[in-house]
């Protein structure tokens, strides 16, 4: 099964029980991102935060695999921000920024799907970066 159609049968209700229970995940990280926002404390008493910005670089099966589309949707659907870009050598960059259970959700979604079960080939992270938070970031985006 194709992503499109994987999350058009999640958008649907459809899917199998893990593929929703990885919706589910995700949502419950987006409401978690949005809690830290507001500043609210968790159940337990912490406070999540602070946003933090990463900088990967992919190697592997990253291009003309649907990379782009995918990581937009896993940064969009937990409420990351940032964007993913090919690069000229066959690589993929991809800056992503939220609270660290964000950016953790969206490279576990990446892994789960491009070096799961349901994939051949696979990707590598060849670097990863804290830098600095871009304020006034709104979204996820592809860059071109």
Same mark, same amino acid.
């Given at each position: 099964m194709g992503l499109l159609s994987f999350l058009r049968e999640l958008a649907d209700g459809g899917g199998t029980a893990d593929d929703k229970l990885v919706h589910q995940e995700l949502e419950q990280v987006r409401q978690m991102a949005e809690a830290a926002e507001r500043g609210e404390e968790m159940?337990?008493?912490?406070?999540?935060?602070?946003?933090?910005?990463?900088?990967?670089? =992919?190697?592997?099966?990253?291009?003309?695999?649907?990379f782009r589309f995918t990581t937009t949707?896993?940064?969009?659907?937990?409420?990351?921000?940032?964007?993913?870009?090919?690069?000229?050598?066959?690589?993929v960059t991809v800056e992503v920024q939220g609270i660290v259970e964000q950016i953790d959700a969206v490279i576990a979604g990446l892994n789960r799907y491009y070096?799961?079960?349901?994939?051949?080939?696979? =990707?590598?992270?060849?670097d990863v970066k804290d830098i600095p938070v871009v304020d006034q970031e709104f979204g996820f985006e592809p860059l071109y």
């Open positions: 159940a337990d008493g912490s406070v999540l935060g602070p946003k933090i910005r990463r900088r990967y670089h =992919f190697v592997g099966s990253v291009q003309g695999v649907g949707n896993l940064a969009s659907a937990v409420g990351a921000t940032g964007w993913v870009r090919n690069e000229h050598d066959g690589s070096n799961g079960s349901r994939w051949l080939g696979g =990707f590598t992270i060849d």
